[in-house]
């Protein structure tokens, strides 16, 4: 079945850079998206990579490689705000649906 | 533009009960989608409404069910409420092709007691 692997937790300090990792097994694949939820917030969009490489936006950036089966999030200058829970997302197996299946999700801290 | 709204914010509910939630997708948006937030769950896929018709659906009960009227406005239902479906349900936007990019409403936190 269609699964999005996730680091559970990560914690890093203010400032800093992290990556926050998303590994997936699909039949069919369609691009990759991530999402940020803050506690009691709706999730937001952040980005999509259809096709392997980077996409920037800003502090954060978004990374895929189709032949790893593997993406990941970038997030430069760590900020307090940053605090929040990480989904990446991808469109489940079957051709022509039209929803996402989220991963897990990573609660990412940062601290001072 | 005013973004999604979702209402109401928190509800509590006994088992047994029904529960009927609403969703007013960002104007323009013809496609609203239904997501359940649970901790050990995760974000699941409830299903997908585009013009009025149900695209999509998850792996749920048929306890659940939901409508769009014409206006992208869209409902879901819950029938014979179940502690198991305390949730965060959440509401996503978007102009046809969600997986380009959603918008959530801020979600309706469901409490069955």
């Known amino acids: 079945g269609q699964s999005l692997e996730q680091p559970s937790e990560v914690t890093a300090v203010e400032g800093a850079i992290v990556q926050i990792n998303c590994t997936y097994q699909?039949?069919?694949?369609?691009?990759l998206s991530w999402y940020q939820q803050h506690d009691g917030g709706a999730p937001t969009f952040l980005s999509y990579n259809a096709l392997d490489g980077l996409e920037e936006t800003g502090r954060f950036s978004s990374f895929l490689s189709r032949s790893d089966s593997y993406g990941y999030l970038l997030l430069q200058e760590l900020q307090m705000k940053d605090s929040a829970s990480y989904f990446c997302a991808a469109p489940p197996d079957q051709t022509g649906a039209n929803n996402l299946f989220f991963g897990t999700g990573t609660r990412l801290t940062v601290i001072p | 533009k005013a973004g999604v709204t979702q209402t109401p914010r928190y509800l509590i509910k006994t088992r047994g009960q029904q529960v009927t939630l609403s969703c007013s997708p960002i104007s323009g948006h013809r496609s609203v989608s239904w997501y359940q937030q649970t901790p050990g769950q995760g974000l699941q896929f409830l299903f997908e409404?585009?013009?009025?018709?149900?695209?999509n659906k998850g792996n749920f009960p048929g306890r659940f069910s939901g409508r769009q009227f014409s206006n992208s406005r869209s409902e879901m239902n819950v029938s014979t409420l179940e502690l198991g479906d305390s949730a965060l349900y959440l509401c996503?936007?978007?102009?046809?092709?969600?997986?380009?990019?959603?918008?959530f409403g801020s979600g309706t936190r469901l409490t069955v007691v």
């Open positions: 699909t039949s069919g694949f369609y691009g």
């Open positions: 996503a936007s978007s102009s046809g092709q969600g997986i380009y990019g959603y918008t």
């Open positions: 409404y585009f013009s009025e018709t149900q695209r």
